[in-house]
């Protein structure tokens, strides 16, 4: 019996490793690559660099006039999910406290949208706010904001719909009793109880809203309201790509969303477990 519970932790550990190595290896190819020059990335992509050349990374800071497209990204990412977890946690708790067959209904239907692909909407949702209410041209970034709060919105609700129920109503009583307010309730008592939710949430609209490229490139007309996903498209050519400053922009773009990562991780499974099951 031990023998056996041996090669099953021996098996499962190989596995593990089998799987770390493959997920992380295009990582550590852009890292050591990042350091190359054109030559030697096309004449062997998978070896270490002969010696590490930092002018790519100076390159790349000035080519994609990276202190004003990170203070983009960074707005956009950062306004759109501090609203996506206020307005969905105050949403799942009214939907979930106040449970009439209007609210079931709005929170199956808000449930249903997340089964829409965006591509399906995108070309009638341009129309409306370019050729029609000109907000494009007049406000893209704010433009940009709604629409993620808008998309972001729907899963949201559903995982803190799921955690808002698994809450004593017992504690929200005791709260009356003495003396807070509905509102005073919800910000001190429920609030802070749905952190590992909200931080589950916060990460993976993060990495969405971070990396997306499709939105931004239909809204964000102009090259000074550029996130860096639309902006790294200058180091693309029409024949061939310039792989030196390439490959080092996307790591000066991935590491933000690394450490967000890494923060937050392990709320990750948690918020997901405790939304979608309880």
Known sequence: MAMRRNLSLTAIYLFLIVAFVIFTFPFFLIIINSFKSNGEILASPFALPEQLNFQQFTDVIEKMNFLVTFRNTFLITTISVIFILIFSAMSAYFIVRNSSKFNKMLFAVMVASMIIPFQSIMIP??????????????????????????????????????????????????????GCGSKQTFFRIILPMLTPTSVTIAILNVLWI?????????????????????????????????????????????????FAYLFGQRYIIKGVMQGAIK
Do not use: C
């Open 125 to 178: 949702l341009i129309y409306i706010y370019g050729a029609k209410l000109n907000l494009i041209e007049q406000a893209p970034i704010p433009l940009l904001i709604v629409l993620y709060i808008g998309f972001g919105s729907a899963f949201s609700v559903f995982l803190y719909h799921g955690f808002v129920k698994s809450i004593p109503l017992e504690l929200e009583e005791a709260s009356l009793i003495d």
């Open 210 to 258: 971070w990396n997306d490229y499709l939105l931004p490139s239909l809204v964000l007309t102009r090259e000074e309201y550029y996130t860096m996903p639309i902006k790294m498209k200058v180091f693309n050519g029409t024949y061939m790509n310039n792989w030196e400053l390439l490959i080092p922009a996307i790591l000066m773009t991935i590491l933000p969303l690394l």
